[in-house]
């Protein structure tokens, strides 16, 4: 196939940052995708109705001209949220998910929570309501290899929350084991998974092979090759517990390539032009729609979009570097290589 069209694919996990950085990525995403999952941990992070609301604001205003493009806003959880927030925030219309950090786990994740336990009074809300939890599933226990983070996660933490909370919609994010895969399929309907196409691509040997690679370092960390198999099998396996979330998550060059680097892969520039690449590898290009533009929405109860979008087969090579507007940078995952496919707009 050279050419071919799908339905508007929607994000259903990003990273857009604030002010001159989101002015600067922004017009990547929406070029590609009508919606996107727009994640709180800003500095600091989103909490609350009122925040997440005059967040969306700053994000329509810098959209670019002319691009038609709805961020779906979601709260950033903490042991202060009250069930009261999580009604305000659904009657907003705008708010479509809470976001649960372990304290510590990742980027901005320092107000996030340290026991789940605290939260039951909120999450028994989110289920009543029917707002969906995304969860950043990583233990945060420096005695646990980081690793075994993920899969210590859903033994401990998951499996627990969702047998007291079996009602409760819950998005496992960016999985990267084989464990996470299977936990997925034998779990109930209410529990699905975003996958990323650096999980997808790359094993950790990209990370850490032939030098240290610093924009190859994201959280959940790339894994053994065993476990990107399983969730290239998961992608394209036409299971409607599985959908595309990009997990693009700007961070400046100097603040990667550093003595001690921070986590996060740029893939916005060409988020669904490398799923594309993955899913036709994989044999699998006709399954790229429902996971891309479909699954996503029947999962979190939206109406799926109405536009469609044409990728083309002519190669294109990725710059070495965008510009972050304020004098930064950021390097994008495959900077400097040949992408085969293209949005076509015409
Ligand atoms: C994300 C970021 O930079 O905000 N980083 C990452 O490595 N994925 C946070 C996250 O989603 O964990
Ligand atoms: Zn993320």
């Given at each position: 196939m050279r050419k071919f069209t799908i339905p508007f694919p929607d994000d259903w996990h990003l990273h857009l940052r604030d002010g001159a950085t989101m002015a600067a990525v922004l017009p990547h995403t929406a070029r590609r995708f009508a919606r996107a999952i727009v994640m709180p941990n800003l500095n600091p992070p989103v909490t609350t109705t009122a925040q997440a609301l005059a967040y969306r604001e700053r994000i329509l205003a810098a959209l670019p001209k002319g691009i038609r493009f709805t961020p779906l806003m979601t709260l950033y959880l903490t042991e202060e949220t009250t069930p009261e927030e999580i009604v305000r925030a659904r009657k907003s219309g705008h708010i479509h998910a809470v976001k649960f950090y372990?304290?510590?786990?990742?980027?901005?994740?320092?107000?996030?929570?340290?026991?789940?336990?605290?939260c039951y009074a909120v999450l028994e809300t989110m289920a009543t309501e029917g707002l969906p939890l995304l969860i950043?599933?990583?233990?945060?226990?420096?005695?646990?290899?980081i690793f075994d983070r993920e899969k210590i996660f859903l033994e401990e933490v998951l499996a627990p929350l969702l047998t007291r909370l079996p009602q409760l919609k819950v998005v496992l994010e960016h999985i990267t084991t084989r464990d996470a895969v299977d936990f997925v399929n034998n779990a109930g309907t209410n529990l699905a998974a975003t996958i990323t196409p650096h999980h997808l691509a790359m094993n950790r040997n990209a990370m850490l092979a032939g030098g240290i690679r610093p924009?190859?370092?994201?959280?959940?960390v790339l894994k053994r090759e065993n476990h990107r198999a399983a969730l290239l099998e998961a992608a394209t396996?036409?299971?409607?517990r599985f959908f595309l979330g990009s997990d693009s998550a700007p961070h400046s060059r100097y603040r990667k390539e550093s003595s001690c680097g921070c986590a996060g892969i740029y893939s916005a520039h060409a988020a669904i032009e490398l799923y594309a690449e993955l899913f036709e590898q994989a044999g699998a290009l006709d399954r790229l729609a429902d996971f891309s533009s479909r699954f996503g929405a029947e999962f979190y109860g939206l109406p799926r979009n109405t536009g469609t979008i044409t990728l083309i087969k002519e190669p294109w090579d990725v710059p070495q570097q965008y510009s972050l507007g304020s004098g930064g940078a950021l390097v994008p995952l495959r900077a400097g290589t040949r992408i085969r496919w293209q949005v076509c707009h015409d």
């Open positions: 372990p304290a510590g786990a990742t980027t901005n994740s320092a107000a996030g929570v340290r026991n789940i336990g605290n950043h599933g990583e233990v945060t226990d420096p005695q646990v290899d924009h190859h370092y994201c959280l959940p396996s036409g299971s409607g």
